[in-house]
Structure formats: structure tokens, C-alpha cells
């Protein structure tokens, strides 16, 4: 009998893994890094729980760190299967992983220079290495399209929304017993929104292996470009620039739409806006390279993709970054990361923070104790680089960025699903909102639910 075991994502929103086995058969979907407070961080760090040599394939659902960040050191703890994912997936893996072992083995190298780990010496959890090696093993497989990986299991992926390349994916187990069909959702998009296409509605499935990042909260009902719009005339008003710390994959393409929405609508003058993230420019670049993957066109004039309009500045080098210094208003910074938790963005609060005519437009969710945070919440100064930086620009919100659907957006998503599954499993999501979007389903679809806990395993 076939066996599911939750290994990620079970009563967190973090780490997302789920081992399938049938017969001799062991399959992975997703291989994510466990993020947050230090009791989930140290996960990373343990052992996998199974024999990784022993899996023969890994199933991404899509390029989110919490969904691919342990990859590399699963492929170092012996690994050596197929990992397969959406074709843009590949493309954003690449950047986003060897992002990720610089970012370790800069963190490493400054806790060993600065004594202040108890480690002999610290370590990255991957490095470069590592992640280089994990990338040989990737192969794409287009949306819609069935894999049959080996007797026991066949797969195809379903249009997830949330972000380029993302996907659900549809496997069916075979045994002597008959065929079992498992769903996992990924990490659904909302509906109507911006660039992503609508998700594809669920099929039937025996069993569903669901998400439920805000399945206890509905997201707001708010014209995202009228606050926009709003917040470039205030700051342009005023002579001012607006900086936006954004995500590099994902947010930083959607606010370049946004804003060009804008200008082509006429409801703001043409301005510039500064691109400054090595990452972000790549990821921008993969974004215009899959035109078809969007809700609407990025055709601009010439045929040149609206994401390099001819408003948009590309900074790739510090020195070009550091050229920002001296640039005067009206225009927008556009820059990572996107919880103002490191990066270039840090430089430009220091130079912009401190004068009224400025901006902080936030367009994502800030975690407690983070500085995005702190500004949120009405801060007069902040601490960065060791110096105390007094905050007289206007710090503002853009909500309803998301992208993930909410509790009323996942009612939806299962609305094609007829015959009862056996199980609903919720996962990806804080054990309140597990638990919430559980009883929803039960309520208004019928459906048997449960929340798993780290490390259950299920017969199917």
C-alpha cells in the first residue's frame, strides 16, 4: 500500500516536503527551507529522515525558497534521482539557489571572522558547490503534460497562479490494487490578479495535499492601483522619490507593470524607475522570456517587453547602485529585499529615510521584530549598519499584493470537485489557519480534513 509522509510544511508555512512511496518506489515533492524562529531554522540542519540515494525523483512545484531551498544539500546527502520542475522554474532555480549558497557562505564567513559562533568553524548549509552540482540533475516538464516516471508513478502539472512557473501537481500511484490520485496543490495564486493566470480549477482526487497560508483570514478587497497611484503623486508632489523594497522574483515584475499601467492610462506623467538588483534584473529578464505565461500582454512598442520600457533603469554594479545616492526626485527605486532584512535596499533607507519629500512604499508582508516592521508600526528611528537613522519620510503600505489565495479563493479552486475526496490534508499553513480552513471545507463541502503533523505518515 501506498505511503505519504509529511515532512515540511506541517503546521508551518515553511519547508515544504512530502515523501510518496510505493513498493520500492520513493518519490519527493518539493524539498523546501524551513524559515523563521530558530526551532525551524535548526531543521535544516538534521537528517533527512529517509535515505536520499534511495529516492529516484523530486517534483518542485515552483521556485520559492521555502520550496526548493534544501535541494542542494539534499543532492550532497546523496541524492542523485531526477529533479523535475515547470520550464521557467529551471530558469528562476538557478538564480534564486546560487543566490542563496552566496548568501550562506557570506553569513558563514562573517560569523567566523567576527568569533561569534560556537561552531569550529561555522559552516553554510550549501555552498556554491552544492547548488551547482543540484542544478545538473534538473529536467522540465511543460504544464499539462503526463511523465510516466516508472510503473508505480505518472505525473502531470496543473496551472497553480502565485508565480511564474508555478504548478500543482497531479500524481497517480498505480498498484495491484488499482490507481490512487493524489493531489498537492503548491502554493495556489489568487484569482483576477496581476501577471499570474488564474489557477486551474482542482480535479477530482482520492486525496488532496492542500495549502493554507491564509485559510483563517480573507485578504483585503482594495484597488491596488489607486493606491499607487496615490502614493507616486503624493511623493511627486513634493519633488520626493519613492523606494520600494520589493522581492526580486515576482513583486519587482509586478510593480514595473503596475507603474507602466499607470503612465499608459495617463493617470501619472512618465518617470523613472530605477531597477537595482542583480537578481531582480535576471529574474526580470526570465520574466519577459515567457510571454505566454501571463494573464495579460507585456508587448510593449517594437515588440519590446513592457518590463524593459524605456522608463526602466537597470543597476547591476555597486557603483551604479551607489550612483542612486545623488538621484533627485520625481522617480522610484525599486529594489530587494523585500523584508528590508539585507541588501542594497539598506543603503538606500540610510540616504532616503532621513527627508520629508521621500517615500517607503511596502508592498509585502513584514514579519514581527523585522525592520519593514518597525517602520510600519511608526518608528521615529531605525538601526542600520550600526547607526541610528531618523525616520521624517512618509512610510506607506500598498496592500493586496499577494500571492496566495485566500480561505474564500481555495473554496473556489475546489469548487470542481464533486465526489468527495478521502482525505483533505492542510498544510502550508500556521496550525490556526490549518485548522480553520479544515473546518470551512468539512462546513461547506463535506470533505473529511486533517492537519498532519511533522513527520506523519499515511497509508493511501
Same mark, same amino acid.
Given at each position: 500500500m501506498a505511503r505519504l509522509?509529511?515532512?515540511?510544511?506541517?503546521?508551518?508555512?515553511?519547508?515544504?516536503?512530502?515523501?510518496?512511496?510505493?513498493?520500492?518506489?520513493?518519490?519527493?515533492?518539493?524539498?523546501?527551507?524551513?524559515?523563521?524562529?530558530?526551532?525551524?531554522?535548526?531543521?535544516?540542519?538534521?537528517?533527512?529522515?529517509?535515505?536520499?540515494?534511495?529516492?529516484?525523483?523530486?517534483?518542485?512545484?515552483?521556485?520559492?525558497?521555502d520550496h526548493i531551498g534544501r535541494v542542494p544539500r539534499l543532492v550532497h546527502q546523496g541524492f542523485r534521482g531526477r529533479i523535475l520542475c515547470t520550464?521557467?522554474?529551471?530558469?528562476?532555480?538557478?538564480?534564486?539557489?546560487?543566490?542563496?549558497a552566496h548568501l550562506q557562505e557570506e553569513d558563514a564567513d562573517y560569523l567566523n571572522r567576527k568569533g561569534l559562533t560556537s561552531h569550529t568553524p561555522a559552516l553554510p548549509l550549501f555552498d556554491t558547490a552544492a547548488a551547482q552540482e543540484a542544478l545538473k540533475l534538473f529536467e522540465t516538464v511543460p504544464l499539462g503534460v503526463t511523465r510516466e516516471l516508472c510503473p508505480e508513478f505518472a505525473f502531470q502539472y496543473r496551472e497553480a497562479g502565485h508565480l511564474l512557473g508555478a504548478a500543482s501537481v497531479d500524481l497517480r500511484i498505480a498498484e495491484a490494487a488499482g490507481t490512487t490520485r493524489v493531489l498537492f496543490s503548491g502554493d495556489v495564486?489568487?484569482?483576477?490578479?496581476?501577471?499570474?493566470?488564474?489557477?486551474?480549477?482542482?480535479?477530482?482526487?482520492?486525496?488532496?495535499?492542500?495549502?493554507?497560508?491564509?485559510?483563517?483570514?480573507?485578504?483585503?478587497?482594495?484597488?491596488?492601483?489607486?493606491q499607487l497611484e496615490s502614493a507616486l503623486v503624493r511623493t511627486f508632489a513634493r519633488g520626493g522619490v519613492v523606494l520600494i523594497p520589493a522581492f526580486a522574483v515576482g513583486r519587482a515584475q509586478q510593480m514595473i507593470y503596475l507603474m507602466d499601467k499607470l503612465v499608459t492610462e495617463g493617470r501619472v506623467r512618465p518617470f523613472p524607475i530605477h #531597477?537595482?538588483?542583480?537578481?531582480?534584473?535576471?529574474? *526580470?529578464?526570465?520574466?519577459?522570456?515567457?510571454?505566454? +505565461?501571463?494573464? /495579460?500582454?507585456?508587448?510593449?512598442?517594437?515588440g519590446r517587453s513592457l518590463l524593459y520600457n524605456k522608463w526602466v533603469h537597470l543597476h547591476r554594479s555597486q557603483e551604479e547602485s551607489k550612483a542612486l545616492n545623488s538621484f533627485k526626485g520625481p522617480g522610484v527605486i525599486l529594489s530587494s529585499s523585500g523584508m528590508l532584512s539585507g541588501g542594497r535596499i539598506l543603503h538606500h533607507c540610510k540616504v532616503r529615510?532621513?527627508?520629508?519629500?521621500?517615500?517607503? #512604499?511596502?508592498?509585502?508582508?513584514?514579519?514581527?521584530? *523585522?525592520?519593514?516592521?518597525?517602520?510600519?508600526?511608526? +518608528?521615529?528611528? /531605525?538601526?542600520?549598519?550600526?547607526?541610528?537613522?531618523?525616520?521624517?519620510?512618509?512610510?506607506?503600505?500598498?496592500?493586496g499584493l499577494s500571492g496566495h489565495a485566500d480561505a474564500r479563493e481555495l473554496l473556489r479552486w475546489l469548487a470542481e470537485v464533486v465526489a468527495a475526496p478521502r482525505r483533505v490534508?492542510?498544510?502550508?499553513?500556521?496550525?490556526?489557519?490549518?485548522?480553520?480552513?479544515?473546518?470551512?471545507?468539512?462546513?461547506?463541502?463535506?470533505?473529511?480534513?486533517?492537519?498532519?503533523?511533522q513527520g506523519e505518515s499515511v497509508e493511501l
Open positions: 509522509t509529511f515532512l515540511g510544511a506541517a503546521k508551518t508555512v515553511t519547508g515544504s516536503q512530502y515523501l510518496v512511496e510505493a513498493g520500492s518506489a520513493r518519490l519527493l515533492v518539493d524539498c523546501g527551507l524551513f524559515q523563521g524562529e530558530k526551532a525551524l531554522r535548526v531543521r535544516n540542519w538534521g537528517l533527512p529522515g529517509y535515505e536520499p540515494a534511495s529516492v529516484g525523483w523530486l517534483v518542485l512545484t515552483h521556485t520559492h525558497i520550464p521557467p522554474t529551471r530558469e528562476l532555480a538557478e538564480i534564486l539557489l546560487l543566490d542563496a495564486g489568487r484569482f483576477d490578479t496581476i501577471l499570474a493566470k488564474d489557477p486551474a480549477l482542482a480535479p477530482a482526487a482520492d486525496y488532496l495535499v492542500m495549502e493554507s497560508t491564509y485559510g483563517n483570514r480573507p485578504h483585503p478587497k482594495v484597488p491596488i492601483q489607486d #531597477l537595482d538588483s542583480p537578481m531582480a534584473i535576471d529574474a *526580470t529578464r526570465i520574466y519577459s522570456s515567457f510571454p505566454d +505565461a501571463f494573464n /495579460v500582454s507585456l508587448d510593449g512598442i517594437g529615510l532621513p527627508h520629508p519629500e521621500n517615500t517607503l #512604499l511596502i508592498t509585502g508582508h513584514q514579519g514581527e521584530g *523585522t525592520l519593514g516592521r518597525a517602520l510600519l508600526d511608526g +518608528a521615529r528611528f /531605525v538601526r542600520i549598519h550600526k547607526g541610528d537613522i531618523p525616520v521624517l519620510a512618509e512610510v506607506a503600505e500598498l496592500r490534508f492542510l498544510t502550508h499553513g500556521d496550525e490556526d489557519a490549518a485548522l480553520a480552513l479544515g473546518a470551512r471545507i468539512a462546513k461547506e463541502r463535506g470533505f473529511a480534513t486533517h492537519v498532519p503533523d
